[in-house]
């Protein structure tokens, strides 16, 4: 298994506070993606990251934001939660953009109340 | 109009059965496709990589027509193992995936 970790796993928070969520790897990939899997929409691209500094909008951006400082480290930040947010959030890696496929972390459970 | 059209099903098959998925995808300028699979609150797995000529992986076949623009999964002997989400995967120019809602796939003893 690609060596891809998310954390945390699980967290409840209010309406209203940041969260931040982190997804770490270890195999070197340039491309970082975070996306959100709610019943019925399937898998939802919010943010993607093509190299250190270097990220993109994208389909479900808005309330979102994203760092990327390392090679290693894609943050995922939720500026001020919103119920609407409650979602599972997968972290994917690839090594290109285009020809080859991506490799999913285990997930973050997110409870926003 | 979406990227990525699949069936979500379900489907409900007995062991041994064969079932076949299909996905419509939209782009005709879509460069890869793949097919993942994802079981109950898990992430998404890859199952393998679809390729013009189709490709076969023991007991699952992939293929692909550009000129209707869709790709399809057939599973033959099915397995009480097989019984997860099947999605299909397409990307295009813009360093973007495109994924189906996923088709539920139960095989029954």
């Known amino acids: 298994d690609a060596g891809i970790t998310q954390s945390p796993r699980h967290k409840v928070t209010e309406t209203g506070t940041p969260v931040t969520l982190r997804c770490h790897q270890t195999?070197?990939?340039?491309?970082m993606y975070w996306y959100r899997q709610d019943p019925g929409h399937g898998l939802r691209l919010i943010h993607y990251s093509y190299g250190v500094k270097d990220t993109d909008k994208g389909e479900v951006s808005d309330g979102y934001s994203v760092s990327r400082s390392k090679t290693e480290d894609f943050l995922l930040t939720l500026e001020s939660a919103t119920s609407s947010q409650t979602s599972v959030y997968f972290c994917?890696?690839?090594?290109?953009?285009?020809?080859?496929?991506?490799?999913f972390g285990p997930g973050t459970r997110l409870t926003v109340l | 109009r979406k990227e990525v059209e699949q069936d979500p099903g379900p489907f409900n098959v007995p062991e041994g059965a064969t079932v076949a998925f299909n996905c419509t995808y939209s782009n005709s300028a879509s460069q890869s496709f793949f097919w993942y699979r994802q079981d109950c609150r898990k992430e998404p797995k890859l199952l393998m990589s679809?390729?013009?000529s189709g490709n076969e992986d023991g007991r699952f076949t992939a293929q692909l027509n550009r000129a209707s623009q869709y790709i399809s999964l057939l599973i033959r002997d099915s397995k009480l193992s097989d019984s997860a989400t099947y999605l299909c995967v397409v990307t295009a120019t813009g360093n973007q995936f495109y994924f189906g809602t996923g088709t539920s796939l139960t095989v029954i003893p």
């Open positions: 195999e070197n990939h340039r491309y």
């Open positions: 679809v390729y013009s």
């Open positions: 994917a890696i690839s090594y290109s953009a285009i020809y080859n496929e991506q490799f």
